[in-house]
């Protein structure tokens, strides 16, 4: 791991708006971009296409393994396969928390992600950047909302695209993600002890923004 990359970690729980956050303060800065929780969607939506058991963990590891995987234009391409809408889907996001909760997988995904910080630097986004992929990162942001306002945000999401979804089962399925990602043995989810932290529960995302880049501003640049 090269400690001289800057890093900027952006930690939090689903729907708390850290990808949208990432990739724009990513752009903002001309940085790379890590989107962690897609490589564990990623193994998730492969096991489905596969027919495999999501709670055997030999198996998960050696898929992860085995994987090539690929973000050019902002695209997923996984073994010649486009995956950018299939991994993005509640059931795979539900799949892909059991899956990020096998120490296995999460070792085989590990030095994946470290290898995604080249220069000028990185923007890693996920559930733990900070505590665990990039505890050396410069600046770490734990980024937070109100598992009713996450709830009514993926809402609206999924509605703008003309899906048909029910918001009190969108909450309880956050609210069970929310569990499973603090509770979990290896690498759960936490604010670093060093983390700028957010709550975005009444914030804009140009107001989040602002915020990251005059704290990134005066910790990185």
């Not at 799949?95 to 995904?109: F, Y």
């Not at 914030?203 to 704290?215: D, Y």
Request: with cysteine; glycine share 6%; charged share 25%.
């Amino acid at each position: 791991m090269n400690k001289s990359i800057p890093v900027l970690a952006i930690d939090g729980p689903s729907g708390s708006g850290k990808g949208t956050l990432a990739a724009r303060i990513a752009a903002e800065l001309g940085w790379h971009l890590l989107d962690s929780g897609a490589l564990y969607r990623i193994v998730a939506a492969m096991a489905v296409r596969r027919g495999l058991d999501v709670e055997q963990e030999q198996t998960m590891c050696e898929l992860a393994q085995s994987l090539d995987i690929a973000f050019p234009d902002g695209r997923v391409r996984v073994d010649d396969l486009d995956l950018t809408d299939e991994i993005r889907t509640e059931d795979i996001g539900v799949m892909a928390s059991r899956v990020a909760a096998l120490p296995a997988v999460r070792a085989a995904i590990l030095e994946l992600q470290r290898n995604f910080a080249q220069a000028p630097g990185l923007v890693a986004d996920g559930r733990d950047m900070g505590t665990v992929v990039f505890p050396h990162a410069g600046l770490k942001i734990f980024l937070d909302a109100s598992a009713e306002a996450r709830a009514e945000r993926r809402y609206n999401q999924l509605k703008n695209k003309g899906l048909s979804v029910s918001l009190r089962d969108l909450l309880e399925q956050i609210e069970e993600r929310d569990a499973r990602d603090r509770e979990r043995a290896t690498a759960p989810l936490k604010a670093a002890s060093d983390a700028l932290l957010i709550d975005s529960t009444q914030m804009t995302i140009e107001e989040v923004c602002t915020t990251v880049m005059q704290a990134a501003t005066q910790r990185l640049l």
